[in-house]
């Protein structure tokens, strides 16, 4: 059962964003929120949301910027955090996640947008849309707050698939490159390869291997490769895109989130200590707001899968309306850029297809 369609929305030359209703933490109320901030921030957008049609409708109905420009469709069942990918794989036909990837394996919807198991995501997203030619393991790419001039480093892979070998990273560094230049309008990405040191002798075997195809790739890619990095210039000015396996540059934005999190904890603490640290903290309000909505990871949220014959945006499991707006706003972009098309020509002209090794 489906409810009515706006189908004059679609047909108006608006993006249509199918989202998994009901895979975050903080349930479909939160991602319906979402949806309705992205929507009045940005007319040129609609909806399809999935999920169990008796909760949806009447929270749709709330929200009088969704009126005729969000589309409801019943999926029975829910992807929990505790279900094994394979499980989902074999018997999740009837999830609101695998219906949303759907609309997109159609053509019917531009991206798929979803709160829910990440793994279950991927491993759904491989199955359902296939990978493109070239691409051995698809990504996860994110934006990280940095200190250059466009605040935010690409970092990938962040957690599709905890092994890396060097032609993987090679293509890593394509797919972040190309994100990179489409999605920040950085003409000439300066790509890191991140390790324990900067000297080309130190790393894994894989790393070694890597550094060198990575740096044999920079002029036919178009970017320049600064070498290895290291876990410092993750947020520092060094490079534009930092390239990992998906173990490392999970354990890294985790780390920086907790970081980032601890640091506003530890501000309001210092701040509620004495009168005069209260007193301190009205006259610093600004400076600290301002400091707040740069290291907000609800500003960035929204991890891109490259790699795929489709767009999926990955937000996280716990975001709240904010945070989902912001998913949502990054899957429209990179829609109206066609990044993905762009994507799949740069893998295509730089490598060999799988049919072919290198």
């Known amino acids: 059962m489906t409810a009515p369609t706006d189908h004059t929305a679609a047909k108006a030359g608006r993006t249509l964003i199918s989202v998994d209703a009901m895979g975050g933490d903080e349930g479909p109320a939160a991602v319906v929120a979402g949806c309705s901030l992205s929507a009045k921030l940005n007319p040129d957008i609609a909806f399809v949301l999935h999920g169990d049609e008796a909760q949806l409708a009447p929270l749709v109905a709330k929200r009088r910027e969704l009126k005729g420009r969000c589309e409801i469709r019943h999926a029975a069942d829910v992807v929990t955090m505790e279900d094994k990918p ?9 999830t609101s996640m695998w219906s949303a990837i759907e609309a997109v394996r159609t053509g019917e919807a531009a991206v798929a947008v979803s709160c829910g198991n990440t793994g279950a ?11 493109l ?7 996860i790419a994110v934006l990280y707050p940095s200190s250059n001039p466009q605040g935010f480093n690409v970092m990938l892979d962040v957690g599709a698939d905890v092994r890396a070998d060097a032609d993987d990273l090679l293509r890593f560094a394509l797919m972040g490159t ?19 040191g900067t000297e080309e002798h130190k ?9 060198d195809l990575i740096r ?12 290895f990095v290291e876990g410092g210039d993750i947020s520092g000015d060094a490079a534009d895109v930092i390239v990992t396996d998906g173990f490392t540059g999970n354990i890294a934005i985790k780390t920086g989130e907790g970081t980032a999190s601890m640091i506003g904890d530890r501000l309001r603490e210092a701040f509620k200590y004495s009168p005069l640290s209260r007193l301190a903290s009205l006259l610093a309000y600004t400076s600290l707001m301002r400091l707040r909505h740069k290291i907000d990871p609800r500003r960035v949220n929204g991890g891109v899968f490259l790699g795929l014959n489709g767009t999926v945006v990955k937000s996280h499991g716990s975001a709240d309306a904010t945070g989902v707006s912001a998913a ?9 850029s066609r990044f993905n098309d762009k994507l799949a020509a740069r893998v295509a002209a730089t490598l060999p297809t799988e049919e072919t090794p290198i």
Do not use: C
């Open 203 to 211: 790393g894994r075997a894989e790393l070694k291997e890597a550094y």
């Open 133 to 139: 030619p070239g691409v051995n393991r698809p990504a």
């Open 328 to 336: 949502i706003k990054l899957a429209a972009q990179l829609s109206e």
């Open 216 to 227: 044999d790739q920079r002029d036919q890619a178009g970017f320049e490769f600064v070498g």
């Open 121 to 131: 995501l991927m491993a759904l997203s491989m199955i359902r849309l296939k990978k």
């Open 86 to 94: 394979s499980q989902v794989v074999r018997t999740g036909k009837d």
């Open 178 to 196: 190309s994100y990179a230049r489409n999605g920040m309008d950085i003409a000439r990405p300066r790509v890191g390869l991140l390790n324990v």
